[in-house]
C-alpha cells in the first residue's frame, strides 16, 4: 500500500462545476497538509495547506481534513480552464520526519 | 526574489559520463530536496538535507550523491550516468513542516 494515495484519474469536469480531489496518507502522525498543483512541463507549485481538522477556505479553493479517516481532500468550486493541471497530495511525515510524501497526483482537465 | 534556482535546465549525457546538477536557494530554508518526476511515476525523493551539514538518503539514492555545500547550495551528482536515470529533476526547499515546498523550475536529464 502507498502511503499516499489519490483518486485516480484523469477527472474531467465541465466549466463552472465543482472539482473533487482526494487524499488518503497511511502516517497517522502527520499534522500539516499541503495540496500542490503542477501544470504541464512545469514545476509545483504549493497552492492550499492545512493543519487542523474540517475545512480551509482560500478563494475557490477549499481543503478538508479529516485526521481520524486520515483523509485531505480539495474542492475546486467554479472551476476554471486555468485549473486543468495535476494536483499533489503531500502530507508531512511524522514529527522530526523532515519531508513530505506526495501522492502521484490527479490529473483534472476543465472543458470550457 | 529568485527563490529556487536549478542549473541546468537541460542537459544530454552519454551513459557513463558524470555531472553535477546545482541548486541554490535564496530564502533561508533550512531544508533541501532533490526529487526525480518520470511519466506515471509521481515525485520520488532521491536524496534530502534537513538542516545545513546533515542528508538523508530518500526512496531513490542510487546512483546518485549529494553535497549540502552550504544552507543555500545542494548539488546532486551522477557520478556514472545511465538511461534510467533520464528524468525530470527538481530541487526544493522547506523553512519547516508548517510551510511546505518552493520547488525549482527543474532540469530535464537524457542520458543516451
Known amino acids: 500500500q502507498k502511503e499516499v494515495e489519490q483518486n485516480s484519474g484523469p477527472l474531467s469536469v465541465p466549466e463552472g462545476a465543482i472539482a473533487s480531489l482526494n487524499c488518503t496518507y497511511s502516517?497517522?502522525?502527520?499534522?500539516?497538509f499541503f495540496w500542490y498543483r503542477q501544470y504541464s512541463g512545469k514545476s509545483p507549485e504549493l497552492i492550499m495547506s492545512?493543519?487542523?481538522?474540517g475545512d480551509k477556505e482560500d478563494g475557490r479553493f477549499t481543503a478538508q481534513l479529516n485526521k481520524a479517516s486520515q483523509y485531505v481532500s480539495l474542492l475546486i468550486r467554479d472551476s476554471q480552464p486555468s485549473d486543468s493541471a495535476t494536483y499533489l497530495c503531500?502530507?508531512?511525515?511524522?514529527?522530526?520526519?523532515?519531508?513530505?510524501?506526495f501522492g502521484d497526483g490527479t490529473t483534472l482537465t476543465v472543458k470550457p | 526574489n529568485a527563490g529556487v534556482t536549478q542549473t541546468p535546465k537541460f542537459q544530454v549525457l552519454k551513459t557513463g559520463q558524470s555531472m553535477t546538477l546545482q541548486c541554490a536557494q535564496d530564502?533561508?530554508?533550512?531544508?533541501m530536496y532533490w526529487y526525480r518526476q518520470d511519466p506515471g511515476m509521481g515525485l520520488r525523493l532521491i536524496y534530502y538535507?534537513?538542516?545545513?551539514?546533515?542528508?538523508d538518503k530518500g526512496e531513490v539514492p542510487n546512483g546518485y550523491n549529494v553535497s549540502r555545500l552550504n544552507k543555500r547550495e545542494f548539488s546532486l551528482r551522477l557520478e556514472s550516468a545511465a538511461p534510467s536515470q533520464t528524468s525530470v529533476y527538481f530541487c526544493?526547499?522547506?523553512?519547516?513542516?508548517?510551510?511546505?515546498?518552493?520547488f525549482g523550475s527543474g532540469t530535464r536529464l537524457t542520458v543516451v
Open positions: 538535507s534537513a538542516s545545513e551539514g546533515t542528508t
Open positions: 492545512i493543519y487542523s481538522n
Open positions: 503531500a502530507p508531512w511525515g511524522s514529527t522530526n520526519a523532515g519531508k513530505s510524501t
Open positions: 530564502m533561508n530554508h533550512n531544508s
Open positions: 526544493a526547499s522547506s523553512l519547516d513542516s508548517n510551510y511546505g515546498y518552493t
Open positions: 502516517d497517522r502522525g502527520s499534522q500539516s
